[in-house]
């Protein structure tokens, strides 16, 4: 069975950095897509920033231009750099890979910004 872990999460003052670390306990093939997702008390689960396996990548619209995901193939780990953090991108991060056969989801990693 494939265990996400994620890693790099913790508290930050606004307009610091974090950055976030995903790997898989094996290899995962034929992947689709490669993400994080947040979700913050009393809201609904969303998407921050996707690759997808034919090269598009998207960015919710309130991370473009302070978020960067990218990935390591080798190892199928998948990073997020985030940038200018602001109080409102506190939440539990969760990583996510989609492969053929299955969807993984890591258990989660807090992130905190401090006004």
């Known amino acids: 069975q494939v265990q996400l872990v994620e890693s790099g999460g913790g508290l930050v003052q606004a307009g610091g950095s974090l950055r976030l670390s995903c790997a898989a306990s094996?290899?995962?093939?034929?992947?689709?897509?490669m993400g994080w997702y947040r979700q913050a008390p009393g809201k609904q689960r969303e998407l921050v920033a996707r690759?997808?396996?034919?090269?598009?990548?998207t960015y919710a619209d309130s991370v473009k231009g302070r978020f960067t995901i990218s990935r390591e193939n080798a190892n199928n780990t998948v990073y997020l750099q985030m940038n200018s953090l602001k109080p409102e991108d506190t939440a539990i991060y969760y990583c996510r890979i989609s492969g053929s056969l299955a969807v993984y989801w890591g258990q989660g990693i807090q992130v905190t910004v401090s006004s």
């Open positions: 690759f997808f396996s034919d090269g598009r990548t």
């Open positions: 094996r290899v995962i093939f034929s992947i689709n897509a």
